[in-house]
């Protein structure tokens, strides 16, 4: 099959570089949004599930008790990352050098996070589950990285 040539398509350079670039801020906009949104709501239900155990109201072991209580002495943290999840949204909607710049900060710092977690939890010896989650979380950020620097490099160009 022959390359497709950008003057027999009638699909300029321009616009193929336009799709791209909105492509890549809808990726990295989206993959911000629902991290913030699982952040936020992680925080949210610790809050909910610590009191409903303290009151009573349902019964919960207590190593798990003291593993919800623990991270939500981490919640201004986890709630700390959802804003900067939030600005790494809006930056890469606002596509200026800014913007694009504040989502690969984000998203950079996210999958530096992910992997430092990734590593502590293969040192610490954690099960499938805790390996899983911080490999998920990895692939989740360098998607969004890769995004982040496309939108970067558009910029630039």
Avoid: E, H
Wanted: proline share 1%; net charge positive; no cysteine.
């Amino acid at each position: 099959m022959a390359a497709l040539n950008p003057s027999t398509t009638g699909i300029s350079r321009s616009s193929r570089r336009d799709a791209t670039t909105i492509t890549a801020a809808l990726v990295a906009a989206v993959i911000f949004g629902f991290v913030a949104l699982t952040l936020t709501a992680l925080v949210i239900g610790l809050m909910v599930a610590v009191s409903f155990a303290d009151s009573g109201r349902i019964t919960v072991k207590p190593s798990d008790l003291a593993i919800a209580r623990d991270a939500l002495d981490y919640g201004w943290l986890i709630g700390l990352a959802a804003v900067a999840n939030v600005a790494g949204l809006v930056g890469a909607l606002y596509a200026t050098r800014i913007g694009s710049g504040m989502a690969t900060v984000v998203a950079g710092t996210g999958f530096a996070l992910a992997t430092a977690l990734w590593v502590g939890v293969m040192l610490d010896g954690a099960d499938g589950n805790g390996i899983g989650i911080s490999l998920a979380a990895m692939g989740t950020y360098l998607v969004a990285l890769a995004a982040a620097m496309v939108l970067r490099l558009r910029q630039t160009a």
